[in-house]
């Protein structure tokens, strides 16, 4: 079975740009939650949706938003990039709502550099 | 609201010798706990979770943790390490009952030197 996909590998963006970045979960999966990866540091959580309604949000700005389809794919979009934005963005499925026994599994994320 | 320290930054290690990767954490709920690792440029995948039941918890590729509630660890576990263990691990929490999203570590890097 094909794992978590995300789309795409990399991508280079300018201060003041928007990206959209795209993740395909595992079949079967309906919750998917979305962290932000900085050189050096742990994943931070930034959404989770489940059933295409959004169930939890990390501590981050509104210029950060997502949203998931039908189909269980979801979208996250970030508006007027900063520097500070550039990051590993990964995405993670899980079977269920994700409470704590569901476990998670990652795609292998979108590097994301703004210049 | 959990935190969660990982007190090594980065642990270098010789081939086949014993290697522990210390993980301490902080709730006022109670946790479940996981381990993940991250191979360069790729994402991350699951070595093992404790849930509940036995304290010790057996995970892919010869890792062990051990869960001790009153010293809140979670410290991971091989006794004898290879090359291809090189990689960046990460310790997750996440509170029982929470919507599930997991707190991460800043990760510790192993370094397995032949």
């Known amino acids: 079975d094909a794992g978590v996909t995300q789309s795409p590998t990399h991508l280079i963006k300018t201060r003041g740009q928007h990206v959209t970045l795209r993740c395909s979960p595992i079949?079967?999966?309906?919750?998917v939650s979305w962290y932000q990866q900085v050189l050096g540091q742990g994943p931070q959580f930034i959404f989770q949706y489940y059933e295409k309604e959004e169930r939890g949000r990390g501590n981050f700005p509104d210029r950060f938003s997502a949203r998931q389809f039908p189909n269980y794919s979801s979208e996250l979009n970030v508006n007027a990039l900063l520097l500070g934005d550039s990051a590993l963005y990964l995405c993670?499925?899980?079977?269920?709502?994700?409470?704590?026994?569901?476990?998670?599994?990652f795609g292998p994320g979108t590097r994301l550099t703004v210049l | 609201a959990q935190s969660v320290t990982q007190l090594d930054s980065q642990v270098p290690v010789f081939e086949e010798a014993p290697v522990e990767l210390r993980c301490n954490y902080s709730s006022s709920v109670s946790v479940y706990l996981f381990w993940y690792v991250q191979y360069p440029n790729q994402g991350l995948q699951l070595l093992l979770k404790?849930?509940?039941?036995?304290?010790l918890v057996k995970g892919i590729n010869g890792f062990e943790a051990e869960f001790n509630k009153s010293q809140t660890s979670f410290h991971l576990r091989k006794p004898s390490v290879h090359i291809s263990d090189t990689a960046e691990y990460f310790c997750a929490v996440s509170g029982r009952g929470s919507q599930g999203n997991l707190i991460f570590g800043k990760g510790t890097k192993l370094s397995v030197k032949p």
């Open positions: 404790y849930l509940s039941g036995s304290t």
């Open positions: 079949s079967g999966h309906k919750s």
């Open positions: 993670a499925s899980s079977p269920g709502q994700g409470i704590g026994t569901d476990t998670q599994y």
